[in-house]
């Protein structure tokens, strides 16, 4: 693929801004200045610098980030900031979105890629990736509410009931819930129908992907292609950030 390629596929600008990093010896690959954007270079495993930063080379982005509170998981946020900003301007140039959304004030697993194809995958109905949730409630947690939220509670404004795929006491004031389908605020909607009230929620897995212990909220990190084909699968093992 030609230097050009190579920075315009990875969203370092248009092709004539991509051109002229190169021009101004803004690019470097193996410790030297890439001279000229026609030049063609193999991308397998390829690693360079544009203007001091270090880059792998990768075909399609796929991201963990651990949202924060305050932002919203939109492209043209309304009332927060998008948690498109915790990204650097690369990934945002070259069309990385988030695989589902997260309510402003939920924190937790978010996934992002620039993979329609994955993205399509992940969120379809039929699939039923489960994500888990850590919710503190406002009253102690009971018996009967975890009965309920198994059985299945009717929403409000909703015909059907829908029910958690898995839900457990984390505390007494707390709950693990996973579910396999996606609704408008369904967590805190559910919790409420079967007589609680979230005060804050928290995902911790989406599909195989857990939250590592060690990234902070509003950090972000790559993964890896085995994460991928994870995600793409039906029954997927547990998967790490790369």
Request: glycine fraction near 6%.
């Amino acid at each position: 693929m030609r230097w050009s390629q190579v920075l315009f596929s990875q969203g370092f600008g248009t092709r004539r801004e991509c051109e002229q990093l190169i021009l101004g010896q803004c690019v470097k690959h193996e410790g030297r200045a890439v001279e000229y954007s026609d030049d063609e270079v193999e991308v397998a495993d390829l690693e360079f610098e544009v203007e001091g930063r270090s880059w792998l080379f990768r075909e399609r982005a796929l991201l963990l980030l651990n949202k924060p509170v305050g932002y919203e998981c939109s492209q043209k946020p309304k009332s927060w900031p998008s948690v498109l900003t915790l990204l650097p301007p690369p990934l945002r140039s070259r069309g990385v979105q988030p695989i589902g959304r997260l309510d402003q004030d939920t924190t937790g697993v978010l996934l992002l890629t620039d993979d329609g194809t994955l993205i399509h995958r992940v969120t379809h109905p039929k699939h039923h990736v489960p994500k888990v949730y850590e919710a503190q409630t406002a009253e102690p947690v009971t018996p009967q509410q975890i009965a309920k939220l198994l059985a299945g509670v009717t929403l409000k404004d909703e015909s059907t009931s829908v029910r958690a795929a898995a839900c457990e006491v984390s505390g007494e004031r707390s709950l693990r819930l996973t579910l396999t389908e996606g609704k408008y605020h369904q967590v805190k909607r559910m919790i409420a129908a079967a007589g609680n009230h979230v005060l804050s929620l928290h995902r911790s897995r989406f599909g195989p992907i857990t939250l590592p212990a060690d990234l902070a909220p509003g950090q972000w990190r790559w993964l890896d292609e085995s994460a991928r084909e994870q995600l793409a699968s039906r029954d997927a093992p547990a998967a790490s950030a790369a």
